[in-house]
């Protein structure tokens, strides 16, 4: 559904891709010559019912607003298209003419309205999600998203799912519409800067053998909820870990860096989806200089329980050797055997509590 605009929104960033360039120019020469055409004609080409009309610029105001308060569409779509005429530069008058278009389902005019808004710097990013939207209800995909990733970039936010947003109905099931309404969301409602939190807390490591070999220890770093640091100590390897995890939002990827007391470096990177399993991946540099790929992955299983692995390959990933294979079982279970995924945990015991 077109939106209108919220005036607190703060400018993100801009970058342009190259494609939608080219789209754009395209839709300039179709669409869009017809609203700069709408300031030298006196016959507006984006919207033909709507006629030069007599009535004063504070009449055609007044009976805009009164029939968008009332959610009569037709009747705003023709005050407000005849105060643009009057007020070409009259921002909220083009704001409610895009808007009352698309509500009455004129969907090429109200995509060529949204474009004459969209050059308004100060509602742009609003702008350009009505165009998306209008794309999404036309089913042409490629546009909506094109145009969804130049609101994300310019700044727009907005805190209710746009997955309920039924312009978008044909495309909520599409993996890069996921992504895109991850980021439409404040930064403090993104799920994808929680996709570590099941790993918070203090954990055994515990081997195949059901025995305990080491300790693995996130939390958050101090009030920063978007850094994690660890810590793992391996007693097979005798070595101490320390880590640190965050979300890089440009390449939109967790990223770790692990330092051990010999000096040895590992920088992974990677996607993961809520439920799933977690893999990074990049390569591990020794204090000499020596250079391996390492891969490390953690997957939750049934019983609040996660599989830790960590592993290197020194012949560009044709075969891989675990450096680190474990179950993480919270500090609290006591008895190594209760660490199995279909084991009954021990009366009194919660073994998904994290302390």
């Not at 994300?152 to 890069?176: H, M, N, Q, T, Y």
């Not at 200089?289 to 692995?309: D, I, K, S």
């Not at 609290?332 to 279909?342: D, I, L, N």
Request: net charge negative; glycine share 6%; hydrophobic share 40%.
């Amino acid at each position: 559904m077109a939106t209108e605009i919220d005036s607190k929104t703060a400018p993100f960033r801009w970058v342009s891709r190259c494609v939608h360039a080219t789209l754009a120019a395209t839709l300039l020469v179709v669409i869009g010559l017809r609203v700069y055409a709408y300031f030298a004609s006196p016959a507006s080409e984006i919207t033909p019912t709507v006629r030069a009309s007599s009535g004063t610029a504070s009449e055609w105001r007044d009976a805009g607003n009164s029939a968008f308060a009332t959610e009569k569409w037709e009747e705003a779509a023709e005050a407000y298209g005849q105060l643009t005429r009057a007020e070409p530069d009259n921002v909220r008058a083009w704001v409610r003419f895009a808007y009352s278009l698309h509500a009455t389902g004129r969907w090429d005019q109200a995509l060529a309205a949204h474009l004459r808004v969209s050059q308004f710097p100060g509602v742009r990013p609003w702008a350009l999600y009505n165009v998306a939207c209008v794309y999404a209800v036309k089913n042409e995909r490629q546009m909506a998203l094109d145009y969804l990733q130049e609101a994300v970039e310019a700044g727009f936010r907005r805190r209710e799912p746009i997955e309920e947003d039924p312009d978008f109905k044909s495309l909520v099931d599409d993996p890069e519409f996921k992504e895109l309404a991850e980021f439409v969301r404040p930064i403090g409602l993104r799920r994808v800067y929680r996709q570590f939190d099941f790993l918070l807390g203090r954990w055994y490591l515990l081997g195949s053998d059901d025995q305990r070999f080491g300790t693995f220890e996130l939390s958050q770093a101090g009030e920063n909820r978007f850094l994690f640091v660890g810590r793992l100590k391996d007693n097979t390897r005798v070595t101490t870990s320390t880590m640190a995890a965050y979300f890089e939002p440009k390449d939109r990827v967790w990223k770790q860096v692990w330092v051990d007391e010999q000096g040895t470096v590992t920088q992974v990177a990677g996607k993961a989806d809520i439920g799933s399993a977690l893999v990074l991946q990049g390569e591990v540099v020794t204090a000499d200089g020596q250079r391996e790929l390492a891969r490390v992955t953690y997957r939750e299983v049934e019983g609040g329980f996660v599989t830790h692995e960590i592993s290197v390959s020194n012949d560009s990933g044709d075969t891989w050797k675990s450096q680190l294979t474990a179950t993480l079982v919270p500090q609290g279970v006591r008895h190594a055997e209760q660490h199995s995924p279909t084991a009954d945990s021990p009366a009194g015991v919660d073994p998904t509590s994290r302390h």
